[in-house]
């Protein structure tokens, strides 16, 4: 609500009902005057005018105030009532707050918030209400702002606002203004051509075309949410190119007054147009006058175009502004109101005032603030209609005591002040204090009646009996008298008391202040009497009360009468027992009466009294009639008469409220006693009025109006005359007329000179019309004229008087400064017209210089009179640029004079700009500045920017134009990396400047704008797609391009893409491509590219979108089902795969069928392929059960196999017997033999065996013979008669085909014969097996077997049966082969043929390792080339090192598995068996492996150690989790010079910084750090010191080579050579000594190896495990290669006998060791020259050494790579391994590497690898930081078994460590071994990497990350595994005597089956490998036994001196290998 409406502000005065409780105060207060310090209500903290809360906060109105007694608060509303609680919306605290909790939207009740709340606060005192509050809850909603287009005149001004919705305009301020082009405008900008206004609005000065290129927006923030928000839309400018001169013109503004706050800044807009663009004063008009002045601008008041800016607006700013706006064409003004608030306050004075009865009190209502629009008072709440600032009481009274207040209001607050009115000292109303009681009493004695009563001023006491007052008689005696404490004491005496003497006694007490009063009864015993009662008066219309005043006692009824009948007789009366009489509404005819009142009492007894009532009737006057109104002169009479009442009358006349008799003119006549008349005989003007007539008589008075019109004519008053007035001054000419109607007077001004024709004045800003009076502010010459004053009121003609109003004016210029512009050179004509009163004198200056034409003769003055002045001319002859100059004439008359200016300028061609410069620049613009040059006295029109590409010329330029205000420009559109040359040309409106000097730049690059081109996506396989680009153009490469960004991902999904990195390919014109990897099958993606270059990427190209191809469904067909159909059919039939497996278009199903017994031979299975959905199966085998399995085939291939299901078919009638035989056994007896069929179609139940004589006519016989039995013996038959014999076979079916027939013939002689026949025998492995062998003959034959052609002699397992079958017991699976059973006798002798098939388990399968991630392996599974029965499947067994063995079944289908959530960084061992149905097979080799992942890597100090004076910082983040993530970290410390370490921490999380506190300044520590992770943990050491107490660092310690080292060494004289140094001449003849004696054990250990390798037979298959991966001829690569780092993914060759390859210039062992090697120093792979302080402190990375190629470090142990290859003299041995020593913990560990050289190019010269890694030679003895590591030597680590006399060695695992802290060190050392328990060598499993072919692939972490980060990680071992460890790449793999190791796997991509390495297994040559190969326990891996015996071991050190001076020679380097008095291996590591 912006304003309180009149009948509003009544509600508020009605807020009696709410305090009414207070309006009355009890006498007891009267009585007892409060105590000084009691007071009023006044609030201590009023609520504000406004409360203004958003929906989400809610808000609390506090209201508080004091007073004594505390005042109670009571909220209440506008209209007075009082406020409650609303549940959830509206609460009123107990400490009287106004609580509005925060309230959802839909919750928003207009009642409660958006209402007008008062606080009143009230005690016994008074009550006070606070100022109006006006809540306003706003509900958060959406909204938007606008920015709106605007359309403006170029060289305007334009003005953008920001238009936001009515709902929350009056809560959102306009903070800053955006343009597109990145400027912002906040209010804080105060000057330029961008300006926020106060209001919000963007006020942008001379408009020019490029400011329509912008478009704008506001930002807002709302005041209540804080929230923040830009416009919705953008406005801009739409400029209009003038084609003509306007005149200005004002859009239709809503004149709306401006009300602004005090001291803030307020925006008065003119927005006016024109062309020429206009321009603006302001004035301001004189406060109650129409006199203006103009605006005086200053620092605070400011004009921008036409808005007038005041900042800190006053109250004395307040007023009508006006806009005066011209230009060359015309005119325009616009007025503002403008009204600057103040806020309002008040304060009454005197705030407290205590006031005496009777005294003037007088309240001041002191207020400020603006505007004031109403001031009004209330008291205790309730109005009291006074509005002046000063409230009066003449005479306070009792009820005046209480709270006033003063309210002042405008339209937007309000404010209040209260004050307080006490009553005096003499203000206690009376009361009676002691008063008598009713009494009853016999008559005669006295009676004395006595009342008391207290007050201030003091009370009189007066008494009456029944109403009437009592004097003074002979009985009667009335006395008082004034107590000390000022109580009054009255008394009546009543001598002798009477029973007339009764009735009702009333003693009152009455002042000034008050009356109280106090009655009672005297009942004394007697008579009824009744006193005697007055006549009664009253008026008719009002109401009769009589009380009958009884006496006597006791009264039994009191009754009245008239005319002898009791009352009541009508409705009007009423009678009560008491005695009392009341009547209605009295009238005479039927109440006037005289009434008696009876009194009795019960003994009859009676008494009477009369009373007469007398009515009397007020006057009624008859109405005075209303005339018509009069002329003047006319006459005039009006009568009144008494129409009813009571005489006699008095009748008297009034005009205007005056007594009418005295008015001239007018008489009054009486006529009879009823009515008077009035008479004028001649009505004038000032008869006119009111007259009243007023009737009286006793009973009251009554009067009647009329009122009396006169018509007067105009008349004047004040009659104009000429007037003549000074030209500027304010002119006024009086013209008052009177008459009735009153006249109306106008004005008019003659046409032309003279008068005659008038027309009427135009309303002006400075001619207006008050009241009659012409007024003409500043008046001119152009008011000069004849002007006409009218007074009309339609009575008459009117009145009219003509005057002259002439203008005395002194000369004046109507143009008082102009510009005019001339060329230079050209003529000039300068012109002054001055009006004014004639004669005129002009006169010229220059330059405030009187000009002479005399001086110069190219001036020439000439004058010509005009009619209205005279104009005066000043022709110059040829301008030059001195002319330019301000000319002024001066005219003057008898009146005055004027002066006018004309500021003549001489314009020319502007110079050339000068000083152009680069400020900025960027890819596509240059921001240049330049100085403005002259500007030849013509603005500056532009600025043309001319460049042009810096190989072009100047005619082929671009241009800019810029504004000729600015002397900074933009270039824009250039091209990104590109030479310009730039100058800038000046142009005027004369013309252009010539070019300034040129400047050339060269822009930056920029992204590229060009998407890359050509770009093809096909399917490469199921998983990939081959990407194919070409790049962008070359104009939108904007630099050079670097490479690509190829993005990817799923297409018609929200994801976003997948970039990978792709580099630029310089070839011109060459094609990029990239291979994208494991997708998904069959699906598509999208593809998009972006080329980037050094500053960033360019734009995507358009999305390619492409399948992979088809892959195989991934499940099976669904519930598939077979049904028999016949015997040789069978229906199979399924439902396809969901589609979403399908992985591509199902083109067809196939069936997998064969009968079950053969369904694992693959070779038997049948396949049949259809579209549908089923299939019938034709040509089954009859009675037997298929197997059946249904896949789904796509173009991919097929897919899953469904699960096999199960049919049989039907029986049938079976095939013929296969063979038969008949055998003579005599010559009465034939035995027919034959084999089942071969289909027996169903389960035989029978054979019939037909015999017939041949060629004779006799019946066939049949014998019928069980289906168990294979022969017949044939009896009674002739004697050397042929027989023909066929057998059938029988099922339930039916009887089946018959065999072939056979004819015998019954004889004596038996040859020998078989009648078994030769067959094929399936046994069970380790069951037994009988092969038959029946023989006839006669004698008997003898029986032979032969096995495998080799005559049968019987052993345990085998023997003769006595039927001559053959019995083998369990069964192996040597025993299949042929076994032929002969018989023989003196006939014939005959043979047969078994063959025996043994069905074993499976043998062990292969299993190849296939790929590793961090918690999965992928294992290949082939099954042994020699297993015979089909195989059914694998299980698959893998266990951790320290954990529990799990297995894994495996289908045969599946060619990989993969074995998933394992640990990260862990060895695993995996093997795996076979089983068939005969049971599970033999175990595989154990496959040694690990998981991705590895030890925590090594920090650079300086990324992870942060020092300071007491303290050091770890920075744990700078920690590499080496693939698996961190656990914890343990932290210890301790001062260099102490032994033990302190823990500081064991439990250090990896993402936190840790700081070690307590440390001493200036002092060198240690620091042990230990991270763990899953894979491990790795141990660092490093050394620092902390700072000085001033930061600064001290000096390192010396190690006598300045480096630092804290170990010193002993110094030498300068003559001596440093290899006799101590330190190092005793380690190094220690280690000859051990060497020589390692040589002899390698020795002896040679010459006693077995000849020959027993392994064979079946066991071949191990070493086609490990060597079915070798190197072929081209698989070798070039080690000078950049990224030859990235590709070191091969280890250690085998250790096999290899013999001599020609040409490979092939070294033996032999040869090495007789000449170690002709070693050349220059060629050699260690150079002890270069660097003898390499394995010092180091501060750089190491640089590539002389003779090692791209590698750094030493050769460890590769002896013969120290000889010269011919052409191959800056080769590095194939097969060396370097290791890189000598870091200390300062250096980066990721630069710590090993190294492994390659086989030669030619990839026939696999020379054998070294035998191990050696200790380090010149490690620091000073750093034992390991990877898990172990300090101390562990001796007799692994044991040595020898079985089956030494001819083989067979090793286990090293027990479990006893250390659990070395639990994750030991896994380096375990290797699982085969123990063949059939004699034979052992086999090693091969070492983790060996079995990884993943580790190929140049994946992160490969072969144990030897090869990491841009050198390669830390081994993951790094001298901490106790020795030589895991021998750099191959050291670890390195098996014992005689165990054959894998050869390296080939590169990527090699053919596996190209194998170039000799495979001999028996050769007894000695390669070299084998001679220097580690002859400890195989299976070790390079674990070395440790001496205990300290003078055995060698410190690093000293090693690395041996080695500078090659006197560690091979053998010696080969017997720190072996297992005799070998050296202790220190744990190394690089920090």
């Known amino acids: 609500m912006a304003y309180m409406m009149p009948n509003e502000r009544l509600k508020w005065l009605t807020l009696c009902a709410a305090v009414a409780v207070l309006a009355t105060v009890s006498s007891t207060l009267a009585a ?82 958006a209402q007008v709340y008062a606080c009143l606060a009230r005690n016994q005192f008074g009550s006070i209400i606070s100022r109006d509050v006006h809540v306003r809850a706003v509900v958060k909603q959406f909204f938007e702002s606008q920015v709106y287009d605007e359309y403006v005149i170029k060289g305007n001004a334009a003005i953008f606002k920001c238009q936001t919705p009515s709902f929350v305009a009056d809560h959102i301020d306009i903070t800053d203004w955006i343009d597109t082009e990145g400027g912002v405008y906040t209010k804080n900008i105060t000057d330029g051509k961008y300006l926020v206004l106060p209001s919000g609005e963007l006020h942008i000065r001379e408009v020019g075309p490029e400011d329509g290129y912008k478009s704008y927006q506001c930002r807002t923030k709302h005041r209540l949410t804080g929230e923040t928000r830009l416009s919705a839309t953008k406005g801009r400018l739409v400029i209009t190119e003038p084609v003509s001169s306007t005149a200005p013109k004002v859009p239709p503004l809503q004149s709306r007054p401006l009300i602004v706050a005090g001291h803030s800044s307020i925006s008065i807009l003119c927005p006016a147009q024109g062309y020429p663009a206009p321009g603006f004063r302001w004035y301001k008009f004189i406060e109650g006058t129409t006199r203006k002045q103009a605006v005086v601008l200053n620092d605070r008041v400011k004009q921008v175009s036409g808005t007038l800016i005041i900042k800190d ?211 004394v015993y007697g008579l009824p009497y009744i006193r005697q009662m007055e006549k009664k008066a009253i008026v008719a219309g009002e109401t ?110 009034y005009y205007n409220g005056q007594p009418a008799g005295q008015l001239p003119g007018v008489s009054i006549l009486m006529h009879g006693r009823r009515s008077s008349s009035l008479n004028i005989e001649s009505v004038q003007g000032g008869h006119a009025g009111n007259y009243t007539c007023m009737g009286a008589n006793g009973a009251g008075h009554t009067i009647a109006e009329t009122k009396l019109s006169v018509k007067v004519p105009p008349r004047w008053i004040l009659e104009p005359t000429d007037k003549a007035f000074a030209q500027g001054s304010d002119a006024k000419v009086e013209c008052k007329a009177d008459g009735f109607p009153k006249p109306q007077v106008t004005w008019k001004k003659a046409v032309g000179d003279t008068p005659g024709e008038y027309k009427d004045l135009k309303k002006s800003d400075n ?74 004198g002009i006169l010229w200056n220059m330059n405030n210089m009187r000009l002479d034409p005399k001086n110069d003769n190219r001036y020439t003055i000439r004058e010509e009179i005009l009619s209205a002045g005279v104009m005066s001319s000043l022709s110059i002859k040829r301008t030059e640029r001195s002319d330019s100059a301000l000319f002024t004439c001066v005219a003057t008359n008898a009146f005055g004079s004027d002066d006018a200016s004309i500021n003549m300028i001489v314009q020319e061609v502007p110079e050339m700009p000068y000083a152009l410069k680069v400020l900025d620049k960027s890819g596509r613009s240059v921001q240049l500045s330049w100085a403005q040059p002259y500007d030849g006295n013509s603005p500056l029109n532009r600025y043309i920017i001319e460049f042009k590409r810096s190989r072009a010329s100047w005619d082929e330029i ?228 298929y197997t059946m399995q249904v896949l789904a085939t796509t ?124 067959d094929t025998f399936t046994a069970t492995f380790k069951e037994d097996a009988k092969m038959p062998c029946l023989a006839v003959g006669a004698p008997q034959p003898e029986i032979t077997w032969k096995i495998k052609g080799v005559d049968f002699s019987a052993n345990d397992r085998m023997r003769l049966l006595p039927d001559g079958s053959l019995l083998i017991k369990s069964v192996n699976r040597q025993d299949a082969g042929d076994y032929s059973c002969h018989a023989e006798n003196s006939i014939a002798k005959d043979s047969i043929t078994h063959k025996l098939i043994v069905l074993a388990p499976p043998q062990s399968p292969h299993v190849t390792l296939s790929a590793t991630t961090t918690d999965a392996l992928t294992v290949r599974l082939k099954p042994h080339e020699g297993d015979t029965a ?123 910084n840790y700081v070690v506190l307590d440390l001493e300044p200036a002092t060198w520590y240690n620091l042990r750090i230990t991270a763990h992770n899953s894979a491990g943990f790795t141990v660092a050491e490093y050394d620092f010191a ?184 800056d080769e590095i041995c194939p097969y060396a391994t370097f290791h890189l020593l000598g870091f200390r913990e300062e250096m980066d560990p990721t630069k710590a590497m090993n190294f492994q050289t390659f086989p030669h190019q030619n990839g026939h010269t696999p020379v054998p690898g070294h035998a191990g890694t050696m200790l380090p030679p010149g490690h620091p003895g000073h750093v034992h930081s390991r990877s898990g590591s172990q300090s101390m030597p562990r001796a007799n680590r692994y044991q040595r078994k020898n079985s089956q006399g030494g001819q083989s060695s067979i090793y286990t695992p090293a027990p479990e460590y006893d250390d659990p802290a070395n639990c994750a060190e030991e896994d380096q050392y375990r290797r699982y071994t085969r123990v063949n328990s059939q004699g034979g060598s052992l086999y090693s499993g091969p070492g983790p990497e060996y079995d990884d072919p993943a580790n190929c692939a140049p994946e992160e972490d490969q072969y144990g990350s030897q090869y990491g980060g841009p050198y390669g990680q830390p081994y993951d071992h790094y001298g901490s595994r106790g020795s030589m460890g895991r021998r750099s790449i191959g050291s670890a793999r390195n098996p014992g005597n005689g165990s054959p190791e894998p050869p390296p796997p080939p590169p990527r991509n090699h053919d596996m089956s190209n194998s170039s390495f000799n495979d001999s297994k028996e050769s007894n040559e000695i390669s070299e490998a084998e001679c220097d190969r580690d002859h400890g326990p195989r299976g070790n891996y390079g674990a070395v036994k440790r001496s205990p015996q300290p003078k055995d071991q060698r410190t690093t050190e000293e090693m690395r001196k041996l080695i500078e001076r090659n006197e560690a020679g091979p053998k010696q380097l080969q017997l720190q290998q072996t297992n005799g008095a070998g050296f202790t291996a220190y744990d190394t590591m690089a920090v």
């Open 1430 to 1552: 089909p195989l059914h499947g694998y299980t698959l067994h893998y266990k951790p090192e320290f954990g529990e063995w799990e297995t894994a079944e495996v289908s045969v289908e599946s060619q990989k598995h993969n074995i998933e959530n394992l640990l990260c960084g862990s060895r695993y061992q995996v093997y795996a068996t076979g089983f068939n149905n005969i049971g599970a097979g033999e175990a595989s080799d154990i496959l040694n492996t690990r998981t991705k992942g590895q030890k925590p890597k090594l920090p650079e100090k300086p990324r992870f150690i942060e020092v300071s004076s007491n303290s050091v910082s770890l920075h744990f983040k700078a920690w590499k989790d080496g693939g698996c993530p961190m656990s914890h970290f343990v932290v210890e410390s301790k001062k260099r010079d102490q032994l033990e370490w302190n823990q500081i921490s064991n439990n250090v999380k990896p993402d936190n």
């Open 1586 to 1769: 902390t700072l000085t107490v001033t930061g600064g660092t001290i000096a390192p310690l010396d190690d006598g080579t300045g480096h630092g080292n804290v170990h010193a060494r002993i110094p030498l004289p300068a003559w001596m050579p440093e290899w006799l140094d101590l330190n190092f001449m005793v380690p190094l003849i220690a280690t000859v000594v051990v060497v020589a004696v390692g040589i002899c054990v390698v020795c002896v250990a040679l010459s006693r190896r077995r000849a020959d390798d027993m392994r064979g037979g079946q066991k071949d298959v191990y070493y086609d495990v490990v060597y079915n991966q070798t190197m072929g001829p081209g698989a070798t690569l070039d080690k000078r290669r950049p990224d030859l780092r990235d590709e070191l993914g091969y280890i250690a060759p085998p250790n096999r006998k290899l013999p001599p390859v020609p040409g490979s210039n092939y070294n033996t062992c032999d040869r090495i060791k007789r000449g170690r090697g002709g070693l050349r120093s220059n060629h050699s792979t260690w150079d002890p020259r270069r660097n003898p302080n390499l394995y010092e402190e180091l501060k750089a990375p190491p640089v590539p050494m002389h003779g090692i190629g791209n590698h750094y470090g030493h050769a460890h142990g590769a002896p013969e790579c120290q000889y010269r290859h011919p052409g191959m003299e």
């Open 958 to 1185: 671009d241009r800019v134009m810029v504004p000729g205000h600015t002397t900074e420009a933009q270039v824009q559109k250039l091209s990104p990396a590109t030479t310009y040359n730039i100058r800038i040309v000046a142009e005027n409106e004369i013309g252009s400047s010539q070019s300034s000097e040129a400047v050339t730049i060269i822009t930056a690059e920029e992204a590229p704008s060009g998407k890359p081109q050509n770009i093809k996506v096909d399917p490469v396989n199921q998983t990939t797609l081959r990407v194919m680009w070409k790049p962008p153009p070359r104009s939108d490469w904007n630099g050079e391009i670097l490479g690509y960004y190829v993005g990817y991902k799923l297409s018609n999904t929200n994801s976003s893409y997948i970039f990978e990195t792709i580099n630029f390919i310089t070839e011109e014109g060459k094609e990029h491509s990239l291979e994208l990897n494991n997708l998904r099958v069959y699906t598509q993606y999208s593809v998009v590219i972006q080329a980037f270059n050094k500053i960033g990427a360019g734009p995507l190209s358009d999305e390619e979108k492409q399948f992979t191809a088809e892959g195989t469904p991934s499940q099976p067909p669904s519930d598939t089902a077979c049904t028999t159909l016949t015997s040789q059919t069978i229906r199979v039939s399924w439902v396809s795969p969901p589609l979403e497996s399908a992985n591509g278009v199902i083109k067809t199903y196939k069936v997998v069928y064969a009968p079950s017994e053969e369904w694992y031979d693959e070779t038997k299975r049948h396949y049949k392929k259809t579209a549908s959905s089923d299939t019938v199966l034709h040509g089954l085998k009859k009675y037997t059960n």
């Open 313 to 523: 607006a006053v109250v004395e700013d307040s007023g009508k502004y006006l806009c005066v706006v011209n230009n060359s064409v015309g005119g325009e003004s616009v007025e503002t109101v403008l009204t600057v608030t103040a806020p309002l306050s008040a304060k009454i004075d005197p705030p407290t005032q205590t006031i005496d009865f009777g005294r003037p009190a007088v309240f001041t209502c002191q207020y400020t603030g603006n505007p004031i629009k109403t001031v009004s008072w209330m008291k205790d709440g309730k109005a009291i209609g006074h509005s002046e600032p000063v409230l009066r009481i003449e005479s306070v009274k009792k009820e005046d005591k209480g709270m006033y207040q003063c309210f002042v209001r405008n339209d937007q607050e309000s404010a209040e002040a209260s004050a307080e009115l006490k009553l005096g000292g003499r203000f206690d109303p009376p009361v009676i204090r002691q008063a008598f009681q009713e009494e009853t009493m016999e008559p005669g004695p006295s009676v004395f009646l006595k009342c008391v009563a207290g007050g201030n001023p003091t009370p009189e006491i007066s008494w009456e009996l029944d109403g009437k007052k009592i004097a003074n008689n002979d009985r009667y005696q009335v006395g008082q008298y004034v107590t000390v404490n000022g109580d009054v004491v009255s008394y009546l005496n009543i001598t002798s008391v009477h029973a007339n003497d009764g009735g009702l006694y009333k003693c009152i007490a009455k002042s000034k202040v008050g009356v109280a009063e106090h009655s009672a009864k005297l009942n």
């Open 1195 to 1318: 173009a991919g291939g097929d897919g899953v196999r469904s699960v096999p299901i199960h049919c049989q078919t039907e029986p049938d009638v079976p095939e013929a017997p296969t063979d038969v035989k008949a055998l003579v056994m005599g010559n009465a007896a034939i035995l027919v033999s034959w084999r089942p069929p071969a289909q027996p179609n169903g389960i035989i139940t029978q054979y019939t065996v037909y015999s017939k004589a041949e060629g004779a006519e006799t019946e066939t016989k049949t014998q019928k013979v069980p289906h168990y039995q294979m022969s017949f013996e044939a009896t009674e038959l002739e004697k050397n008669k042929p027989y023909e014999f066929w057998v059938t076979a029988s099922t339930t079916i039916g009887e089946g085909q018959q065999s072939k027939s056979i004819v015998a013939m019954p004889s004596d002689q038996v040859p020998a014969k078989i009648a078994s026949f030769d």
């Open 767 to 840: 001619i207006r019309v008050e009241e009659g009076t012409l007024h003409i502010d500043n008046i001119q010459k152009t008011n000069e004229g004849y002007y006409l004053c009218e007074a009309i009121n339609g009575i008459g003609s009117g009145l009219s008087a003509v005057i002259m109003v002439s203008v005395q004016a002194p000369p004046e210029f109507t143009e008082k400064l102009r510009n005019q512009t001339a060329r230079r050179g050209e003529p000039a004509v300068l012109q002054c017209e001055a009006k004014g009163e004639k004669p005129i």
């Open 32 to 113: 007892n005057p409060p105590d000084a310090d009691q007071k009023g209500p006044v609030f201590l903290k009023e609520p504000t005018n406004r409360i203004d809360f958003s929906n989400s906060t809610g808000a609390e109105i506090e209201c508080k105030s004091s007073g004594n007694p505390m005042p109670e608060i009571i909220w209440v509303r506008s209209d007075g009532t009082a406020v409650g609680d609303v549940p959830g919306l509206r609460q009123i605290s107990s400490d009287g707050k106004l609580v509005f909790p925060p309230f959802r939207a839909e919750d928003y009740r207009q009642e409660v918030h």
């Open 544 to 653: 009769l009360i009589v009380t009958c005043p009884v006496a006597g006692y006791p009264i039994d009824s009191i009754v009245w009468e008239r005319d002898n009948r009791p009352l009541p007789i009508n409705r009007k009366q009423k009678v009560f027992p008491n005695g009392t009489l009341i009547i209605e509404n009295v009238e005479r005819n039927s109440d006037q009466a005289t009434y008696t009142c009876v009194a009795k009492n019960q003994e009859g007894y009676s008494a009477r009294g009369s009373l007469e009532v007398q009515v009397m009737v007020p006057p009624k006057l008859a109405p005075l009639p209303n005339n018509s109104p009069l002329y003047v002169g006319d006459y005039y009479q009006v009568t009144c008469a008494v129409v009813h009442g009571d005489a006699p009358f008095n009748i008297t006349w």
